[in-house]
């Protein structure tokens, strides 16, 4: 059997031969070579519950995956059984992966606290994270976390791992080291624009300064952008679960940046039984009058009625989640009516147990009811991966045409809050990424051709 040069953590498998098969888990291990990149590696050994590295994988690697490897699908080896995985008709890339361009507005940049980086955050800032559940009980025990990741009641008992794990951040650098685990992986995603959350009273309640966050955050926006080509906007959300007060006085610190673009809208997540949206109505109503823009969780474990009084109450311009949309009817044609856009979090709603499996979710309904939507992570580090593995999964679930992707990426561009030229900046290369699908497929370019091209391109 070929020896593999090398293995790296992403979510499409590129073989180097299509015949190459793997017996099972030795086999696989015994022939990587090298483990490249450390996120990966740790997933990899968590899913092939392997404790320590192998004798012959032992340099982990981090930073973009080399040229001269074989590219593994983590997030399905941890769903799936290993031989199952390596059948040679399960190494193909979906179908669409090349037009898969673009533009995420739900995701939370302390939900990019992978493992790797929050243990090395504990050490660098010297955090002792609490044992007392078997959770974080030493700094290497990263198949704890993994496992609590998969192990998720409800919302509620993600937010309270989500919230522990954060005392680790503290300085401003810490602030942009996680938030460019967002942006280099939004790369390699494709992602051309990010609209990205985050939740400064978790911070300021710890007693670090807004400043300090927002340095931080601003800083990997703009390394983003000269390094990566890709355009950001910062949305401050308030939490639920504390009293509406402080986010009046939040909203108040921020305001100098919420008025000059620094930071470009306002948002509201966390727990969303018992505390409805009526509750933010004097923030909301302070961020309508300084023509600031506004988005809200909604949807996502409690009924359409909460979207209703996101839209009325709150009169927020997009809604995220918004999973139970379609329960109201009226709401789906208001919805398609206004052009509200939904920010749809697959990964994020089978992990929350708000559905049982990804074909529940409305994405053909929305589709079909002319609902603008787009496809988001909201969590990667906790939810199994980040926007393109909820490519994949939707397209798994729904086996979308490219007219379909052509409809959801669009969507993305639109409901942007970037500004008219940079959106037909993208609307543009959209076309050009979708016209060059087409003519390849007219031109009856095969699966295995397609490997080919990608192969060689890496
Ligand atoms: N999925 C989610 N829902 C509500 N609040 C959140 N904060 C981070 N992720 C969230
Ligand atoms: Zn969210």
Known sequence: MKKLPCVCGVREVIPRTPSMTFEGKSDFLANIAEIHYASAAVRLLSALSIKSLP???????????KKDCILVDF???????????????HFSPPPHRDIWYNCEQHVHLEGCLVPELLFALALRNNVNLPSTDGLYT????????????????DLDAFLSLYYTGLSVLQTQQDYHDLAMVYFRQAAQDNVRHAEVFFDPQAHTSRGVAYETILAGFKSACTEAQTHLGISSKLIMCFLRHVPAADAIEHYYTARPDLLNGSIAGIGLDSSEKGYPPELFQGVYALALKDEVRRTAHA??????????SSLDKLHVERIDHGRTIPQDLELLSRMAREGIMVTLCPLSNLKLQGVKSIDQLPVRVFLDAGVKFSINCDDPAYFGGFILDNYCVVQEAFNLTAEDWRQIC??????????????????????????????????????EDQLKDQASVR
Not at 56 to 61: E, H, Q, T, Y
């Open 138 to 153: 030493s700094v290497a025990s990263y198949s704890a976390y993994l496992s609590r990741n998969d192990a998720f009641q």
């Open 299 to 308: 949807g996502e474990e409690v009924g359409p009625h909460v979207v209703v």
């Open 55 to 65: 004798n012959n994988a032992d340099r982990i690697f981090t930073g973009p995956p």
């Open 75 to 89: 997030v399905r080896l941890q769903s799936q059984s290993l031989s199952h995985y390596i059948q040679a008709e």
């Open 410 to 447: 669009k969507a993305s561009i639109e409901g942007s809050w970037c500004d008219g030229t940079r959106k037909r900046t993208l609307l543009e290369e959209l076309e050009v990424v979708i016209d060059a699908f087409n003519k390849h497929s007219l031109e009856g370019v095969t699966g």
